[in-house]
């Protein structure tokens, strides 16, 4: 079974501050990790995603995530964010042995104040 | 970059009544999918569709909810009788054999009433 916590349902910073929205998954194998961002009536868009390789992974928008093992992590940071950062954001897992299905978290609402 | 389509963008209907959503996936990916979000809660995965069959299907995917792909463009989601609690957007996704990453459509709010 694979699923994920977003532990916050709501993430309030000032625009130029940094901004973190965390994750935490659970998998039987080695996961696939992503982000997908949705603003308000449009579908989801892809962010990021983590495979293999650099625990770091850049992605669109500025965005970027760190992949922590022994933690079961993967926080979404941007350094500064902006008004136009406000959405919100989905955390999503799936086993590497597994076919595409994505498990997503409950979903985390951005406000980005100017 | 190309994109899923998904009409309609809103449908209504009556307790009781067929309802088909409609999706044109991106045309070389061969891995389909519907997921649905009820207003407030998580994105929930439906079913996942390959090489003309169903791969895998959740445990809201019942008797009353059947997909097709009826003429190798269109991927369509049939609910034979709504419910009032079948009120959700619903989300069509697609991706090629070797790309990790789910393409989503912009989906369809479908309210029972």
């Known amino acids: 079974a694979q699923s994920v916590a977003q532990p916050e349902d709501q993430v309030n910073v000032a625009e130029g501050n940094p901004l973190t929205v965390k994750c935490t998954y659970s998998?039987?194998?080695?996961?696939?990790l992503f982000w997908y961002v949705q603003y308000p009536n449009r579908g989801l868009q892809f962010l990021l995603k983590?495979?293999?390789?650099?625990?770091l992974v850049k992605g669109s928008y500025g965005f970027e995530a760190e992949f922590n093992k022994s933690q079961t992590s993967f926080h979404l940071k941007k350094p500064s964010a902006l008004v136009s950062d406000s959405a919100l954001y989905f955390c999503?897992?799936?086993?590497?042995?597994?076919?595409?299905?994505?498990?997503f978290g409950a979903g985390t609402t951005v406000t980005v104040r100017a | 970059e190309p994109e899923v389509t998904q009409t309609p963008s809103h449908q209504v209907t009556q307790m009781g009544q067929e309802v088909i959503l409609r999706c044109v996936p991106i045309?070389?990916?061969?891995?389909f999918y519907w997921y649905r979000q009820i207003l407030g809660q998580k994105v929930e995965f439906l079913v996942s569709?390959?090489?003309?069959?169903?791969?895998?299907k959740s445990e809201i995917f019942d008797d009353q909810f059947s997909v097709e792909r009826p003429d190798g463009s269109n991927f369509t989601l049939k609910i034979r009788s709504t419910k009032l609690e079948d009120s959700a957007m619903y989300f069509c996704?697609?991706?090629?054999?070797?790309?990790?990453?789910?393409?989503f459509g912009s989906g369809t709010q479908l309210s029972v009433l």
């Open positions: 569709f390959y090489n003309n069959e169903i791969s895998e």
């Open positions: 983590y495979i293999t390789g650099d625990n």
């Open positions: 998998v039987s194998g080695n996961p696939y």
């Open positions: 996704a697609s991706t090629p054999p070797v790309n990790e990453k789910l393409f």
């Open positions: 999503a897992v799936r086993d590497m042995w597994g076919d595409y299905k994505l498990s």
């Open positions: 045309s070389n990916h061969l891995y």
